[in-house]
T-cell receptor
Framework: DQQVKQNSPSLSVQEGRISILNCDYT??????FLWYKKYPAEGPTFLIS?????DKNEDGRFTVFLNKSAKHLSLHIVPSQPGDSAVYFC?????????????FGKGTKLSVKP | NAGVMQNPRHLVRRRGQEARLRCSPM?????VYWYRQLPEEGLKFMVY????????ESGMPKERFSAEFPKEGPSILRIQQVVRGDSAAYFC?????????????FGAGTRLSVL
């Protein structure tokens, strides 16, 4: 049973446009969410996080939105750049992140075309 | 400030052999986590350790797998009598665990291939 779902395996966007990556979760105990970016043959790189007390967190070109009632979060990248092409993973945890267990989605492969 | 270091990057074992994967956390981090990624899948949690203690091993297979994080030295994930199904990428992460937000930083992973 997948508790964190990324329903789009891939997404293609033109350079300079907005990329929107989506993530749904089922466990209402999740209260801390993270986005990671991963290049082939490398480890995941932390991008941005949000706790359930917020509905938005912004860091440069990256913004994460959280809709608790819908159990949905999204990552917006504006403007998209070719170097953003990678697999993006959504991850969630309970207990304010103090629990070690991060639950990951299967990832969305983003391709940004010049 | 070095990041999370994992070695080896690639490990080839024959069925029945032992695999030892090593992880040195980021400087100042005392919390270590191991994850496994199968092809086309997300990362799956295996075990969470602090120095000399296993905090959560709910994701570890019951047999053949063990992990430690000694007082001195790296964390070790040990797989005994490997089988083909153990072939995967194994990632280690570390964190500070300050406050309520626990950002885990990952190493580059060890790719285990079992022949």
């Amino acid at each position: 049973d997948q508790q964190v779902k990324q329903n789009s395996p891939s997404l293609s966007v033109q350079e300079g446009r907005i990329s929107i990556l989506n993530c749904d979760y089922t466990n209402s105990m999740f209260d801390y969410f993270l986005w990671y970016k991963k290049y082939p043959a490398e480890g995941p790189t932390f991008l941005i996080s949000i706790s359930s007390i917020k509905d938005k967190n912004e860091d440069g070109r990256f913004t994460v939105f959280l809709n608790k009632s819908a159990k949905h979060l999204s990552l917006h990248i504006v403007p998209s750049q070719p170097g953003d092409s990678a697999v993006y993973f959504c991850a969630a945890s309970a207990g304010g992140g103090s629990q070690g267990n991060l639950i990951f989605g299967k990832g969305t492969k983003l391709s940004v075309k010049p | 400030n070095a990041g999370v270091m994992q070695n080896p990057r690639h490990l080839v074992r024959r069925r029945g052999q032992e695999a030892r994967l090593r992880c040195s956390p980021m400087k100042g981090h005392s919390h270590v986590y191991w994850y496994r990624q199968l092809p086309e899948e997300g990362l799956k949690f295996m075990v969470y350790l602090q120095k000399e203690n296993i905090i959560d091993e709910s994701g570890m297979p019951k047999e053949r797998f063990s992990a430690e994080f000694p007082k001195e030295g790296p964390s070790i994930l040990r797989i005994q009598q490997v089988v083909r199904g153990d072939s995967a990428a194994y990632f280690c992460a570390s964190s500070l665990l300050e406050g309520l937000e626990n950002i885990q930083y990952f190493g580059a992973g060890t790719r285990l291939s079992v022949l």
